[in-house]
């Protein structure tokens, strides 16, 4: 028997809604298409947990969801996500929707100090539950879905609440419940922006000549458009290697892109396009952005130090991984403006004791 109600009406979205309504924490997680199939990153469905119940709500064939991202920004709920950046930025780009009274377990994780951050790991460790992996890869957008699929996508929120239970628990004997609370709600007001990679951080950018970043640019945004007419992930046109191996040497001719080979059949079929926008590119250059490098004084320099020395301390002492406990360029705010206002609450509270702003 089924251990999930199928949300793909929205008769049966009101019905769901009527009952999230009436709780006060859900487990909640997406499944996404993210250029691995098909061109773009969008969410095929979203899982929903209460504590007794399950639901999968088929966003993509519903599009309009406006019950569920109610839910989502209702602040009397409690909403367990595990890793909720991208979910977050997914939500807000597709649907302008920013999730509100939030708890992320990965964090709750990272500020006990574990050191398997993943939720596999977690709900092994905690429930002796075992994640299928190889469905993380799959297409989300086939339907019907089958079962395994909808079974392994409702593993993924059926354990939250439980879980978030255990961890509080222990956040909380550690005294660090209020750090990651502070955390969760710098997340909830964060930018939301979701940016695909440019042709800035291409892989061996750094290494290209002026032109060749020129080419690189324009046959990168190039392959785009051809990806979003052919609805298929930019790799699929043409493969990173493959790209660079372009940029480097390109087809001097239209005859030679019409023949050329590791490429997608929709770039030998616009073999004229692909070549009068390299040639175009050859006439000019793209430098790399000079980064400039902070200087300090010799007093900035020993404060920087005895910031790192702070950090690694407060690290081997609390188990947790000491990027989080400041960041390189909360380090480096403090050591070239002497105070203490970039840091979060529970930041300053911990480094009190040997820091006098």
């Known amino acids: ?140 957008t086939l339907r019907p879905l089958s079962k395994d699929m909808l079974s392994y996508a409702v593993g993924d929120t059926k354990y939250l609440i439980g ?9 909380k004997e550690k005294m660090r419940m209020h750090w990651v609370e502070e955390e969760f709600r710098a997340i909830e007001e964060k930018g939301l922006v979701y940016e695909e990679k440019s042709f800035m951080e291409f892989p061996g950018n750094a290494l290209f000549t002026d032109r060749q970043r020129s080419v690189l640019k324009e046959l990168f945004e190039l392959r785009k458009k051809m990806a979003e007419s052919a609805n298929k992930p930019a790799y699929y046109i043409i493969s990173t290697k493959r790209l660079g191996e ?61 910031l790192s020395e702070m950090r690694e301390k407060a690290a081997a002492e609390s188990g947790i991984p000491k990027h989080l406990l400041l960041s390189k360029e909360q380090m480096q705010s403090i050591a070239l403006s002497g105070h203490l206002g970039c840091l979060r609450n529970w930041q300053k509270e911990l480094f009190s004791g040997e820091y006098k702003d």
């Not at 100090?113 to 977690?122: C, I, N, S, T, W």
């Not at 940029?247 to 070549?275: D, Q, T, Y």
């Open 163 to 171: 879980l978030r239970g255990i961890l509080s628990g222990e956040l």
């Open 246 to 306: 372009l940029v480097k040497s390109p087809p001097r001719s239209v005859e030679e892109w019409m023949n050329a080979g590791g490429v997608h059949p929709i770039v030998r079929k616009n073999a004229r396009l692909f070549h009068d926008v390299v040639g175009e590119a050859l006439k000019c250059e793209i430098k790399r952005p000079i980064v400039h490098k902070v200087h300090y004084s010799p007093a900035q320099a020993e404060h920087l130090k005895k």
């Open 1 to 140: 028997m089924d251990d999930y109600t199928y949300v793909d009406s929205h008769t049966a979205l009101n019905a769901a809604w009527s009952e999230w309504e009436g709780e006060d924490v859900l487990g909640i997680d997406t499944e996404c298409e993210n250029n691995l199939h098909y061109f773009g990153t969008f969410i095929s469905i979203i899982q929903v947990s209460s504590k007794d119940r399950n639901w999968v709500v088929d966003v993509l064939k519903l599009q309009q969801i406006d019950p569920l991202l109610s839910m989502l920004e209702d602040l009397r709920i409690v909403k367990i996500f595990h890793d909720a950046s991208f979910d977050l930025m997914v939500l807000y780009h597709q649907f302008r929707c920013r999730p509100q009274n939030i708890f992320d377990t990965q964090i709750a994780a990272q500020f006990l100090g574990k050191k398997e951050l993943g939720l596999g790991a977690l709900l092994a460790d905690y429930f002796g539950a075992k994640k299928e992996s190889h469905f993380q890869m799959i297409d989300w």
